[in-house]
């Protein structure tokens, strides 16, 4: 009697990782529940290094809930906006011309992700809801044509493009810094403009280089002849938001009109060019803005319109939850003196010449904890600062290394992987194979880049 061995999923690379992705997923909590015990793991370190009371810590943490309201406000509409391009009529239709495009496996899985990292330098919201539809796409029409996908490795390399988003137009670490009255800038003294960090030469190739470094990795760990193929399922290929812009009334034809939407578009894209013409710089609103007028002139009315939003919101709600409580943390730091406490450590321990890829790594490790980019930044991103400062190391510099860092561990926190696998409709396990592959490669990357910029 024979027996048949199955076919082993993955490479051996991906297969040698998988006991590391099963612990990260098995006993990763919630980014919520991990923001919750993070405020009482910095109160108690205040208490215990600084000798606070614990009336000044309770007070400095409700002091604090409030500090980033106007930036809580601008990360959400950073992720709003994209989400609601993404899914215009003009991006899908493009989308869905672009998944033609790929002719063999390989050139499928590359072009996915290549794709969602040029979309991710432009915005991380979308970025990160491009990455999971051109997946989708690109595996129905290559089931149409009958090349054999392997729909976790597409997804895969969807989210792999979110590994670049801190160095681009949306990075919300460089874009505090260069936006007036910002935590950052008053911590500086002043704004640092977008040209020494998301615009620096060393930033835009290293950003090309990590492109194609991973690119090389998914290369390498891409389904082979024999490997086990998941497939698209027949009846999973993404739909058009449903639209109801039935007329009946004289006001539903205002609202099924394009003349407002347009209008307002057009006037939002004029005030974009006086900014710029008239020596404005990138800002956080700016950005925003920038988006919100692409999505006012591609939308058909204001039916289409609200449509988006209402299917983009249920994204933003655990982020406008989570914000408050890293301001709370942020005031602990700074009001009980814990953050000049850990700034001296980092100090101790760091040379200007090391101070980079030291940053990098504990950045990397603080968004396991604190996942969100912007709340990171809140957090960790002062006390950087400040011991840079005392190294007399550029400010660039710690601002980029807490941006790789929350970037580069992205690749195996799952945050941020949600909207996209919900779209997709697979598991963490499902790709996280792939994604340990991409947080090497891109890590190389991150550190030689800031040990060179060091020297």
């Known amino acids: 009697m024979s027996t048949t061995t199955p076919p082993k999923q993955g490479t051996p690379l991906s297969r040698a990782m998988r006991p590391v992705n099963n612990l990260v997923e098995r006993f990763i909590p919630s980014a919520l529940v991990f923001a919750i015990a993070l405020t009482f793991i910095v109160a108690l370190l205040a208490l215990v290094v600084t000798g606070s009371d614990p009336v000044l810590i309770v007070q400095s943490w409700g002091d604090g809930l409030a500090g980033l309201l106007s930036f809580i406000t601008q990360m959400a509409l950073i992720l709003l906006l994209g989400h609601i391009l993404a899914n215009t009529r003009p991006v899908r239709k493009l989308l869905r011309g672009l998944g033609s495009v790929p002719r063999t496996a390989i050139q499928a899985y590359l072009f996915v992700f290549v794709v969602a990292a040029v979309a991710s330098l432009i915005t991380w919201g979308l970025g990160l809801v491009v990455g999971a539809l051109l997946a989708k ?31 681009g137009y949306s990075g919300s670490g460089p ?62 290929r993404e739909k058009d938001v449903d639209i109801d812009d039935a007329v009946e009334t004289p006001a539903d034809r205002v609202d099924a009109s394009r003349i407002p939407t347009l209008l307002l578009g057009l006037m939002l894209a004029t005030y974009l060019v006086i900014h710029f013409s008239t020596g404005g710089t990138l800002t956080l609103d700016i950005v925003n803005w920038t988006f919100l007028a692409l999505i006012l002139l591609l939308v058909r009315n204001p039916f289409e319109l609200m449509a988006l939003t209402k299917h983009a919101a249920s994204n933003v709600g655990e982020i406008l939850l989570q914000f ?57 991103a002062p006390i ?33 992987a949600l909207p996209l696998l919900a779209i997709a409709g697979l598991k963490m396990r499902d790709i996280l194979g792939y994604t340990t592959v991409v947080l090497l490669a891109s890590g190389l990357v991150f550190a030689a880049t800031l040990f060179i910029v060091s020297l």
């Open 384 to 416: 950087m600062l400040s011991a840079a400062e005392r190294l007399g190391v550029d400010p660039a510099i710690p601002i980029m290394a807490v941006a790789y860092g929350d970037q580069w561990t992205n690749m195996i926190q799952p945050f941020w």
């Open 175 to 236: 874009l505090t810094a260069a936006t007036p009255d910002s935590f950052i800038a008053q911590q500086l003294g002043g704004t640092l403009p977008i040209t020494e960090t998301t615009f620096s030469t060393w930033n835009m190739v290293a950003a090309a280089a990590t492109i194609v470094v991973v690119a090389f990795a998914l290369f390498l760990v891409a389904p082979r002849s024999g490997d086990r193929i998941i497939e698209l399922a027949q009846d999973a």
């Open 137 to 167: 796409e690109v595996a129905a029409q290559g089931r149409d044509r009958g090349i054999k996908l392997h729909f976790p490795m597409l997804v895969a390399c969807g989210f792999a493009g979110f590994v670049v988003w801190h160095m």
């Open 324 to 380: 408050p409580l890293y301001a709370g943390i942020l005031g602990i730091m700074t009001g009980t003196g814990l953050i000049e406490v850990f700034s001296d450590a980092f100090v101790a321990i760091s040379t200007p010449q090391t101070f980079g890829v030291l940053a990098f790594l504990s950045a990397g490790l603080v968004n396991f904890f604190v996942p969100s980019g912007g709340g990171q930044f809140a957090v960790q």
